[in-house]
């Protein structure tokens, strides 16, 4: 994870080696490689993390959750989400005033973090509106 904007193979059993679930979701993020380039960039993560049957499980979740979660707080604050979206890729995309409504969207409690409840609240929402797209 150099702040590229995309995941290498390698970054990726990295950053997932010993979690739980891990090689599930390193075979999961694999298959989206769409490109075969090696790596997964932001639109193939994307792509690959919105089949509901797959990623709204919830082990998938709280994994996802936690590689976000980089201080280990249980939470992801703003900071966290600005480093998230700092790579090459779309880090010129996403403004910082988008970030913060992003954020006060999500954020049910208004207390500026994103917990895991309002986390899943997030997905199962993108999830619905993907459904009503296709």
């Given at each position: 994870m150099n702040g590229d904007g995309s995941l290498s193979l390698e970054e990726l059993k990295k950053g997932l080696k010993g979690k739980e679930n891990g090689d599930n979701i390193l075979d999961l993020l694999k298959s989206a490689d769409t490109?075969?380039?090696?790596?997964?960039?932001?639109?193939?993560?994307?792509?690959?993390?919105?089949?509901?049957?797959?990623?709204?499980?919830?082990?998938?979740?709280?994994?996802t959750f936690k590689l976000f979660d980089k201080d280990g707080s249980g939470k992801i604050d703003n900071?966290?989400?600005?480093?998230?979206?700092?790579?090459?890729?779309?880090?010129?995309?996403?403004?910082?005033?988008?970030?913060?409504?992003?954020?006060?969207?999500?954020?049910?409690?208004?207390?500026?973090?994103?917990?895991?409840?309002?986390?899943?609240?997030m997905m199962k929402k993108a999830t619905e509106i993907d459904d009503q797209a296709h």
């Amino acid at each position: 994870m150099n702040g590229d904007g995309s995941l290498s193979l390698e970054e990726l059993k990295k950053g997932l080696k010993g979690k739980e679930n891990g090689d599930n979701i390193l075979d999961l993020l694999k298959s989206a490689d769409t490109d075969g380039s090696g790596e997964i960039n932001y639109t193939e993560f994307l792509a690959a993390t919105i089949d509901q049957t797959v990623f709204m499980r919830e082990d998938y979740l709280r994994t996802t959750f936690k590689l976000f979660d980089k201080d280990g707080s249980g939470k992801i604050d703003n900071e966290e989400v600005v480093a998230l979206l700092q790579g090459d890729e779309i880090g010129n995309l996403v403004s910082s005033d988008a970030i913060g409504k992003a954020m006060a969207e999500i954020d049910q409690n208004g207390d500026g973090e994103i917990d895991f409840e309002e986390f899943m609240a997030m997905m199962k929402k993108a999830t619905e509106i993907d459904d009503q797209a296709h």
